[in-house]
């Protein structure tokens, strides 16, 4: 089982940085896959960034590629999501899950799913 809570959401202007945190639970942590996910208001679920239990593969979806970076500290249980240059159409929900098995960037490998944060981006 893994425990996971999202922290660093907020509102921003156009073209500013956020650094969302996820915060898991459980002694397993690091031989999971993670991958931050987002659901706009209307819209489906749709992932933006996963890498591997060990952190040295990643993959990013098209809309955020060369501003997003996602990365972990298995030894502080966390994984980031560094969010630079944002966009309006980056607005959203933005969750993090855990994925125990399967193919990374593929979202039904992911089981364990945090709460969510609210990420506003205002033009």
């Known amino acids: 089982q893994v425990h996971l809570v999202e922290s660093g959401g907020g509102s921003v202007q156009s073209g500013d940085s956020l650094r969302l945190s996820c915060a898991a639970s459980g002694r397993t942590f690091s031989t999971y896959a993670m991958g931050w996910f987002r659901q706009a208001a209307g819209k489906a679920r749709e992932i933006v960034a996963a890498l591997t239990w060990y952190g040295d593969s990643t993959n990013y979806a098209d809309s955020v590629k060369g501003r997003f970076a996602i990365f972990r500290d298995n030894a502080k249980n966390t994984v980031y999501l560094q969010m630079n240059s944002l966009k309006p159409e980056d607005t959203a929900v933005y969750y993090c899950?855990?994925?125990?098995?399967?193919?990374?960037?593929?979202?039904?490998?992911?089981?364990?799913w945090g709460q969510g944060t609210q990420v506003t981006v205002s033009s």
């Open positions: 899950a855990a994925a125990p098995g399967g193919a990374y960037f593929s979202p039904l490998s992911y089981s364990y």
